[in-house]
């Protein structure tokens, strides 16, 4: 099937969602997340397939890899989805202009929605969900890292779609081949939206080269700031997990910025991290204070390199700085606006903080790691977003949506 006659049928897809009711889209997700948990075995099998053309230390490999746990955990976030408010129909502002002439905006779907994303084939079940709620048909483009996986996850969601009466095509895979990819990015007037899901190099790409409209996503860089005023045990707990929970996904912590006048208390901070081997790149400051009592082996000094890189890996940087005005600078200097956090015990930083970092989540007292978690709604890494809203639930169910203008009158022929 030539890739234009799959663009054409999800596009009629979309059109045909117009009428279909909340509840059986809220059935039909229900009917998705009881799915992916009976066909679990079949979804692993293919997911071992591509595990066994990745070597276990790429850092890609936890992305890729699917279990049980993990399916238990997409079914349930997909039911999380299903319980969520519909975002369609609902009217954003109403106004009668004085010939009596009511115009009123409401929210819609896009239509068609592309997303392009790497090793992570739990991608395509939060796709789908988010998608359909909200209206859409989807187009994935997923990696050929993971394309045995994603063509059994498609063959589930298809199977759901087609036992609750829904066009399968409101998801379609493309093939995993890069000339896909370039057709997806210029099939203008079948696709309403492209959002790409990956490393820096892939937004990148898609920025440059697609003619149908981007929501641009940001790399994850995380940064946690440590304050004068921080409360030593909490931010231990809380750097931990935020940098070994799961070091593979976005929202793990990539540079810790520690206030100066605290440096005798950082070795004290990073403690737990060596049970995990992590690496520490420190700055002169940071590394002078960790010398002799932090494993050599781990500890190797900070160049150009080492701010604004997304690790992805069991290594994270140190930055030292005078002030939370200097923290914020180094943030916004390296921020890929995903999840930034601070530590502290003074109200007044807090807020200052809070209000002046740019990010689509921001934290006082509480670990990046939530960003990505059933928290927010939704649960797992959804991926769909902008810069500035690399959120999660209800909120990127919104970003999902468009309006319309719905004008009524009496025949009048001007406003």
Request: proline share 4%.
């Amino acid at each position: 099937m030539q890739l234009k006659d799959c663009f054409e049928k999800a596009l009629e897809a979309s059109r045909e969602l117009n009428c279909v009711s909340a509840s059986k889209i809220d059935r039909t997700l229900t009917a998705l997340a009881d799915a992916a948990e009976k066909h679990t075995d079949e979804i692993l099998e293919a997911n071992r397939e591509d595990l066994a053309r990745m070597e276990p230390s790429d850092p890609m490999y936890d992305r890729l890899l699917l279990n049980r746990e993990r399916i238990a955990g997409i079914a349930a976030d997909i039911r999380n989805v299903a319980s969520l408010p519909s975002p369609l129909g609902k009217i954003l502002s109403e106004t009668v202009r004085p010939n009596g002439m009511k115009i009123t905006k409401v929210s819609v779907p896009f239509g068609v929605i592309g997303v392009i994303y790497e090793a992570r084939p739990n991608v395509g079940f939060d796709v789908f969900s988010l998608c359909l709620k909200s209206g859409n048909a989807c187009i994935l483009k997923g990696g050929s890292d993971a394309r045995y996986s994603n063509e059994a996850i498609v063959r589930v969601i298809r199977e759901v779609l087609r036992e609750q009466g829904l066009d399968e095509n409101c998801v379609t895979l493309m093939p995993a081949d890069r000339a896909a990819t370039a057709e997806l990015l210029n099939a203008v007037g079948y696709v309403d939206l492209i959002i790409p899901r990956g490393s820096k190099g892939l937004i990148d790409f898609v920025r440059q080269n697609a003619h149908v409209p981007v929501i641009e996503t940001g790399a994850g860089i995380c940064h946690t700031y440590f304050d004068r005023d921080g409360d030593l045990k909490k931010g231990t707990a809380i750097v931990l997990n935020a940098k070994t929970r799961r070091v593979s996904v976005c929202n793990a912590l990539d540079c810790l910025v520690f206030h100066r006048d605290r440096l005798a208390d950082l070795a004290a901070l990073c403690a737990p991290l060596a049970g995990k081997n992590v690496v520490i790149l420190a700055d002169g400051e940071a590394w002078k204070a960790l010398n002799g009592h932090y494993p050599a082996e781990l500890l190797q000094p900070a160049d150009e390199h080492s701010f604004g890189t997304e690790f992805l890996s069991y290594r994270m940087s140190v930055k030292t700085v005078d002030s939370v005005d200097e923290a914020i600078r180094h943030i916004a200097r390296y921020s890929s606006r995903h999840s930034e956090a601070i530590v502290s015990e003074n109200p007044e930083t807090i807020r200052l903080f809070l209000q002046r970092v740019d990010a689509a989540c921001v934290y006082a007292n509480v670990s990046t790691a939530f960003t990505d978690g059933a928290q927010f709604g939704l649960g797992a890494e959804i991926g769909i977003s902008t810069q500035k809203l690399h959120a999660r639930g209800p909120m990127a169910l919104q970003e999902l949506t468009s309006y319309k203008y719905i004008v009524e009158g009496d025949g009048q022929t001007r406003a």
